[in-house]
């Protein structure tokens, strides 16, 4: 009997100290809401308060994708399984950017299939990311936010230099330039997904899209030149002309390859499919600022990466946009 309750009174002294440590971890824990916390810390603007909170600044614009005849023999993608497919294409500047005269770019591509079947696919100008878990994702903006009004650049560079993924990110971009147009602008997936393959096998992949009109930066003295709004006055005058072209690749993983790490280069050569021409022919104005665009709206055939931070991203995605309402 006396073994009995000092049993159960241990027992019960271990499960105590087993709640409070996870309540510990919990209250620690990173979830979309409290990245969204950071990016209103961040990035908001009272005077704008239903702007996107992060790639706000924008425009739309509207094209054809044609699938190649090399991806249906390949993939089980049934979406893909058409001569074309509309597309609505956004374009964006990084995070609170205002001034086109910086490096980071976003695309978004919306197939619009038949059946109401869609695929969005949400891309940057970067091969890879700077965050590997959502963890690093929140400690990268948030070393940002001013304390006292101040933004404390000597913190910053000293985090960057002793986080491996920031460190490795910050390398990366010194080799990308400010494009002289969404049309001289390759995109990238970023994350790693799984293609249905004709057999039903799965095939990890990334995807690109390279602009036909090849990747073109401006020096330093021209970027100095242009306009801070020169992107979409640029795409404008463009596009009167003959469509901005892109041709889609699935980048398919070697074996050494990390699959579950968006801030890992692959480098070397890669088998890749053809997926298909993307052609943007018209600029459609500024409504779709006020979408969402979901990156795990996948077709049947294209199932989601399995990296940390994918989940959360698009759960993030959901709670700014129901914040901007
Ligand atoms: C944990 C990881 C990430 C988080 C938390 C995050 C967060 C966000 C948020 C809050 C928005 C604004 C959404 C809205 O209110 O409509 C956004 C937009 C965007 N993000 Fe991310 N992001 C993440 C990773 C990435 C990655 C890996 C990429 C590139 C592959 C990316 C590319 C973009 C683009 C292009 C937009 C603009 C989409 C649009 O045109 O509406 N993000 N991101």
């Known amino acids: 009997m006396k073994n009995r309750i000092g049993f159960s009174r241990i027992y019960s002294i271990a499960t105590s100290l087993m709640l409070l440590c996870s ?3 919990m209250a620690d824990e990173v979830d979309a809401e409290k990245i969204a916390d950071t990016f209103y810390k961040l990035n908001y603007n009272p005077k704008t308060p239903h702007m996107k909170i992060n790639h706000a600044k924008g425009f739309c614009s509207i094209g054809q994708f044609r699938p190649s005849n090399e991806v249906t023999k390949r993939l089980n993608i049934k979406l893909l399984d058409k001569k074309e497919i509309p597309a609505l294409v956004r374009y964006s500047l ?23 079947a869609t695929w969005t696919m949400v891309m940057l100008n970067s091969e890879i990311n700077f965050a590997r878990t959502p963890e690093e994702f929140l400690k990268f903006f948030e070393m940002k936010i001013p304390v006292n009004g101040k933004v404390d650049v000597q913190k910053i560079k ?85 469509p901005i072209g892109y041709k889609m690749y699935l980048v398919l993983a070697n074996p050494n390859d990390p699959t579950d790490d968006t801030t890992a280069l692959w480098s070397g050569k890669h088998k890749e499919i053809f ?16 979408d969402v665009f979901f990156p795990n709206d996948l077709p049947s055939g294209v199932n989601p990466p399995k990296d940390p931070i994918f989940q959360i991203r698009n759960e993030t995605y959901g709670v700014t946009f129901g914040r901007r309402q």
């Not at 990084?94 to 109401?116: C, F, H, I, P, Y």
């Open 94 to 116: 990084g995070g609170a950017e205002m001034d086109d005269r910086s490096k980071g770019r976003g695309m978004v591509v919306k197939l619009q299939g038949e059946d109401g």
């Open 23 to 25: 309540g510990i971890l």
């Open 275 to 290: 997926v298909g021409d993307l052609s943007v022919d018209s600029y459609d104005g500024l409504g779709c600022n006020g």
């Open 158 to 242: 000293e985090i960057t230099q002793s986080t491996p993924s920031f460190k490795n990110f910050s390398a990366y971009m010194k080799n990308v330039g400010i494009s002289k147009s969404v049309a001289n602008t390759a995109y990238y997936s970023i994350h790693t997904f799984w293609f249905e393959g004709v057999d039903g096998k799965q095939i990890a992949a990334r995807w690109k899209f390279i602009p036909t009109d090849g990747v073109k930066y401006f020096s330093d003295s021209e970027a100095k030149k242009q306009s801070k709004d020169f992107l979409q006055s640029e795409f404008k005058t463009r596009v009167a002309k003959k």
